[in-house]
């Protein structure tokens, strides 16, 4: 099965500074890429994601990368602010055609990301 | 999106109890997935419920522990049965919109 590999598992930077996230993944056939945040006592929030057909996408001060020859892709944030204090997952399916549907989400092991003010 | 509630939102249960946790998602849904994670760690899936059909295990998850209804295209219900202290986790409903998923805020569940 596919295997999802996350760093750094904690990550500290100065308010206003950009923050990257970096995950790998094993399965070739894994072709969407979704990042998820998760505030403390909240279910994980998806923040932006991506599909194999595509290397790179924005959303204002997020962005993801991905590389399909080297299987990894990468999450940044520019400009960081406090209320982006959070736990980040990156995670990859293999969707399933049939109906449309999507398969389950193998999840990295998370990056506690803390903006120091 | 999709907006996914969950009942309990926590509970504190002694071992050997059962309990069974509520999964409402807002409009109908094909695919509705159960997920574990275990404190300070990441998401593991439990299993995916679709309607109208047996619920889809994955390795180390079985029915006899974690048996799941999915009556309609909008409710699903996981049960964590006969527990153990080592099943103190939070339990995460999702839903799929096409490849996106979408999560509910989960369960936390303490069992002693």
């Known amino acids: 099965g596919e295997n999802v590999e996350q760093h750094p598992s904690t990550l500290s930077v100065q308010e206003g500074d950009s923050a990257v996230i970096k995950c790998t993944y094993s399965?070739?056939?894994?072709?969407?890429f979704p990042w998820y945040k998760q505030e403390l006592g909240k279910g994980p929030q998806l923040i932006i994601d991506?599909?194999?057909?595509?290397g790179e996408k924005k959303d204002q001060r997020i962005a993801v990368t991905l590389n399909k020859t080297a299987k990894h892709f990468s999450l940044h944030i520019t400009e960081t602010q406090p209320e982006d204090s959070a736990v980040y997952f990156c995670?990859?399916?293999?969707?399933?055609?049939?109906?449309?549907?999507?398969?389950?989400?193998?999840f990295g092991k998370g990056t506690h990301l803390i903006i120091q003010p | 999106s999709a907006v996914i509630s969950q009942k309990p939102s926590r509970d504190i249960c002694q071992r050997g109890t059962s309990l069974t946790i509520q999964c409402q998602v807002d409009?109908?849904?094909?695919?509705m997935f159960w997920y574990r994670q275990q404190p300070g760690q990441s998401l593991t899936l439990i299993a995916t419920a679709n309607q109208g059909s047996e619920a889809t295990y994955e390795s180390g998850f079985v029915i006899d522990k974690f048996p799941i209804s999915r009556p309609n295209l909008t409710f699903s219900t996981l049960t964590v049965s006969n527990m153990s202290p080592e099943d103190s986790s939070i339990y995460l409903c999702?839903?799929?919109?096409?490849?996106?998923?979408?999560f509910g805020p989960g369960t936390r569940l303490l069992v002693l």
């Open positions: 409009s109908q849904v094909t695919m």
């Open positions: 995670a990859a399916s293999i969707p399933m055609y049939s109906g449309g549907g999507a398969d389950g989400l193998t």
């Open positions: 991506i599909r194999s057909n595509v």
């Open positions: 999702s839903v799929s919109r096409g490849e996106t998923q979408y």
């Open positions: 399965d070739s056939a894994s072709n969407y």
